[in-house]
């Protein structure tokens, strides 16, 4: 039997998970771990684990442990350090590592979208153009856009906010996706959207894009950080795939 350790956070970590111990009994377990920034508990397939391990050592040191012999990095594509961290440890723990990563959005013929590099273009941006922006980058990029003074942000969070935000002048919308088309135009429409900002996290393409989309919004797009080196796959299908030839 191979343990695997996934590195979760996404969709896409949930589904794996769910293939191993629906496809793998006997052959394969899986300990999927979350970083536990939100409120809720993980709802998985299998063992979970939640918190930071300590940095790039203490990764090794789970995976010596733990007797993990495979990692699966299925966290998402803006998740930076996680991910550096991942390459590290498992070169170090000499264990076989896979990213499991969203292929790239493509947007239908028509759409008015423009990719900036990052959260500060994008805030510039939106300082040129916009007057009402549905910011859905989260919330550990809000910062990038305090200094903007004449514009609304209707901000999406998953959980509300502890503390007020730093922005002039905003609303809250919590929930957590996936979201229908029908209650993401709904939401722009009554709030008189006029700008849609969103980290271009690939994979299917969300709701939120199509509505923006269908409405004939301006979509800023913040471009992802580049992939860490190694083993890519880009569906749970071809991760699955990967996994069965470790075994
Ligand atoms: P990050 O900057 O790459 O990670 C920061 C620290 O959080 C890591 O150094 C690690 O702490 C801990 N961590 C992150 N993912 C973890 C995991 N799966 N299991 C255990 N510890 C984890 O990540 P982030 O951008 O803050 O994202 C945090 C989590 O949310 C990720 O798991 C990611 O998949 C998920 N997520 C992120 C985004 C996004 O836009 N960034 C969107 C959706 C979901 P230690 O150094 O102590 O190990």
Redesign the pocket.
Known sequence: MKRLLI????AE?RALAAAIAETLPGRAEAVT?????TGRAPDVAGAT????????A??VDYIKSEGIDIVIDA?????????D?AHDAALIAEVPRLCLMRPPWRLPPGSRWVEVADLEAAAEAVGKFAKRVFLT??R?TLEAFAGIKDVWFLVRLIDPPAEPLALAAYEVATGRPPFTIEHEKALMAEHNIDTLVS?S?GGPLPAKITAAVELGLPIVLIAPPPPVPGTRADSVATALEWIELQL
Not at 33 to 37: D, K
Not at 49 to 56: D, H, K, L, Q
Not at 75 to 83: G, Q
């Open positions: 590195l979760g956070g996404t970590a771990s979350w970083a536990g920034r684990r939640v918190g930071g391990f300590g940095g790039g203490g990764m966290t998402h594509t803006f998740a930076e350090t996680i991910s961290h980058s989260g550990q980290k996290s």
